[in-house]
């Protein structure tokens, strides 16, 4: 026989379902999520906080569309206020994204910091919001020693933000990717007839007293060929104006629908294509991996002669050593850069002072117009994330629009419950390495999204053998550094397609089980759930069918199915006062073997479970808590 106090949340209030209607009680297991809890929870590496907004924002969720109530708990409003959060601002942000954040948190405008500064600054602040110039690296995640819940980019490009350090520190990283769309485009055509017209070179001239008409003959727009390189946002209105501008224009981009090319009437062409014809480059691709030095001494030499460059995208998607080059040998006539590789650029540097190239200090966002637009772009989403909402512009979690969310709110509950009962059942055997989710449902595979899912299994499963703490945006990284494969399957079945998932089955695979009646057929531990009522219920353990709510805390009998089992154990739980809240009794035949599933309000002391394994009848159990 084999006995477990597993080891993980304690649960101290009770709850039970209100089959008078449909609400349900808040387990102190949500409650425990709810809470605020700054308190410094040490890992190794990885350093989160139970409070992260992601998971806020799903239990949050869960109360609003179940109609959650509480017993014996105070209100959910006074079990969320928690103090206000700090945010730090570090680079300049439009008064009215500020205003709107000093509605919600304090505000620390602390521009100019050295990284040791913002380092030393960031653990006393829950967000921080940036724009290009301030480098968000590993460092920082690591000195904010898990408070920083959410980092802003007022703007789109985000390589400036240690995507994977955030994720792994479980931080939410969001963007404003659409109100400086036609400030940039605005200026990349600015750019684009400046450097055709020489004006910026003319103006210098005639200040320095000169009168040098000759010298500054540009070229005309007019019928020339654009090609632009990623046809994204800024790229298709750059396009958009340019066609306005009698230019042909063509782009490049692998990523990019035909249809939306053709519908401005440009026609999408390979990147060799598009060098080799265009008299007018103009870059508008992220700086990725794959797009860093594209231009380069080997693609420069595949550009039409004379060809004329403008980048408002990145610095780094240039090798300026090449373009430098390039200019001088002729093969680029001119260049217009906003960005650089490094900014500011050194004051020697050969590209800046170079007679072909004109040059702005990343200004492509900046208008008035741009700079209060993602200022309030940013900061509503900064503030909706603290406030625990899932952001629509989130760079590193999966966007899980509103309303599937509060469709799966019950499931999420469900889901993480079976992962901590799961590998409170696991006893040993080569560690948890594989797991196999089933997802059972009426819907369509394609139309069920389980990454929610996932990441609840994904966090019952770690947690209560871990010092990790898991949310939405670092499940999938937390498994695989932990080396646990979650598989995934979706069968359709025969059930009511107005709900989402009909039953949820966590498998672990090669271990051994501390309740033997826990592995299936095939040796796996297999537990099965369902949502009853908008409650978790446990339906099958084994090959036994079982019927009991996940609240509380359970333990799980198997015993020789006879009469007077039920009273038996009840009594020594009576008598111990533990109260017994569920009791349901599954067999695979009549008076052969069966599994009872009890329900208990208190976790019992050692001697009452003891006393529980003394019975006869009794040839295994197993004390679980939720
Ligand atoms: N200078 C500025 O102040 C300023 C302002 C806004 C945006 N930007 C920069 O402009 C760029 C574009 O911004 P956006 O808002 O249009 O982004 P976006 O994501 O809407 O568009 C980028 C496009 O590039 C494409 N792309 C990706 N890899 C590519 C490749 N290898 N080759 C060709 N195309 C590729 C994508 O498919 C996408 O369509 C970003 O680098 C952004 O940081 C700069
Ligand atoms: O990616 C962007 O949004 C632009 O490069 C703007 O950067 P900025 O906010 O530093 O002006």
Same mark, same amino acid.
């Given at each position: ?21 449909? &609400? ?56 969320? &206020? ?67 819940? $959410? ?85 298709? =209105? ?10 042909? #224009? ?15 009437? #440009? ?30 001494? =080997? ?43 490094? %900014? ?92 196999? $989710? ?52 979706? #069968? ?28 299936? =057929? ?28 996940? %609240? ?54 050692? %001697? ?11 040839? =295994? ?6």
């Amino acid at each position: 026989m084999a006995s477990s106090a597993a080891n993980s949340l304690k649960l101290t209030q009770p709850f039970f379902p209100n089959t008078s209607n449909s &609400s349900i009680k808040l387990s102190p297991l949500h409650l425990s999520f709810l809470h605020s809890s700054s308190t410094n929870q040490t890992t190794p590496r990885l350093q989160t906080s139970r409070s992260n907004p992601i998971i806020l924002n799903v239990l949050k969720t869960a109360v609003e569309s179940a109609n959650i109530s509480f017993s014996k708990t105070p209100s959910l409003d006074s079990v969320v &206020s928690t103090p206000k959060p700090t945010i730090l601002v570090s680079e300049k942000l439009g008064e009215a994204g500020l205003d709107l954040l000093r509605s919600f948190g304090n505000v620390d405008c602390s521009y100019n910091l050295s990284p040791e500064e913002l380092c030393s600054k960031i653990s006393l602040c829950d967000a921080l919001i940036v724009r290009s110039g301030t480098k968000v690296t590993r460092q920082v995640f690591e000195a904010a020693k898990g408070r920083l819940k $959410v980092v802003g980019r007022a703007g789109v490009g985000i390589d400036n933000v240690d995507l994977q350090a955030a994720t792994e520190f479980g931080c939410l990283v969001v963007n404003a990717p659409t109100a400086n769309t036609i400030a940039a485009a605005e200026h990349g055509i600015a750019l684009l007839a400046a450097m055709a017209r020489n004006v910026a070179q003319a103006d210098a001239s005639m200040k320095a007293g000169k009168w040098q008409r000759n010298k500054y003959v540009g070229v005309s727009l007019v019928g020339k060929t654009l090609a632009v390189m990623g046809f994204g946002k800024v790229g298709s =209105e750059v396009a958009r104006r340019a066609k306005g501008l009698g230019m042909h #224009v063509i782009a490049h981009d692998p990523y990019a629908p035909a249809d939306r090319a053709r519908a401005i009437g #440009v026609d999408l062409v390979s990147f060799d294509q598009a060098i080799s014809t265009a008299d007018f480059i103009s870059l508008h691709m992220p700086l990725t991996p794959a797009t860093s030095k594209i231009l380069n001494d =080997e693609t420069f030499a595949k550009v039409k002669k004379g060809a004329r460059i403008i980048n408002v995208a990145r610095g780094g998607v240039i090798d300026e050593d090449a373009l430098v080059r390039a200019l001088d040998n002729g093969t680029v006539a001119q260049a217009a850069l906003d960005v650089f590789t490094e %900014e500011p650029p050194s004051k020697d540097s050969k590209l800046v002072q170079h007679e072909n190239v004109i040059v702005t200090p990343h200004l492509g966002a900046s208008t008035k117009e741009a700079q209060e637009g993602v200022a309030v772009e940013i900061a509503e989403a900064v503030v909706g994330a603290l406030k625990g909402e899932l952001a629509a512009t989130a760079v590193n979690a999966p966007m899980v629009p509103a309303e599937v969310l509060s469709e799966l709110a019950p499931y999420v509950v469900l889901a993480e419950k079976l992962g901590r009962l799961a590998v409170q059942l696991v006893a040993g055997g080569s560690g948890i390495q594989s797991v196999k $989710v089933v997802y059972r449902s009426a819907r369509d595979p394609d139309n069920l999204d389980t990454r929610l899912l996932r990441a609840m299994i994904t966090k019952g499963i770690i947690e209560p053998i871990s010092s990790s703490f898991v949310n939405l945006v670092n499940a999938d990284f937390t498994a695989k550094q932990k080396g646990l494969r979650i598989s995934e399957e979706r #069968v359709v079945v025969d059930s009511s397609p107005e709900y989402p998932v009909d039953s949820i089955q966590v498998q672990i695979s090669n271990v051994q089980s501390k309740f033997a009646s826990a592995l299936s =057929e095939t040796g796996n531990i297999s537990i099965e759930g369902k949502v009853k009522y908008g409650i978790p219920h446990l339906t099958r353990v084994g090959s036994f069918n079982a019927d009991v709510s996940l %609240e509380g805390n359970l333990i799980l009998c198997r015993q020789v199915d006879q009469p007077g089992m039920i009273g038996r154990v009840g009594n020594i739980l009576g008598e111990s006062n533990v109260n017994v809240s569920f009791m349901s009794v599954g067999r695979t035949s009549r008076r052969t073997k069966a599994i009872m599933a009890i329900g208990v309000d208190e976790e019992p002391d050692k %001697e009452t479970l003891k006393k529980i394994g003394e019975v006869p009848a009794i040839e =295994e159990f197993v004390f679980l808590e939720l």
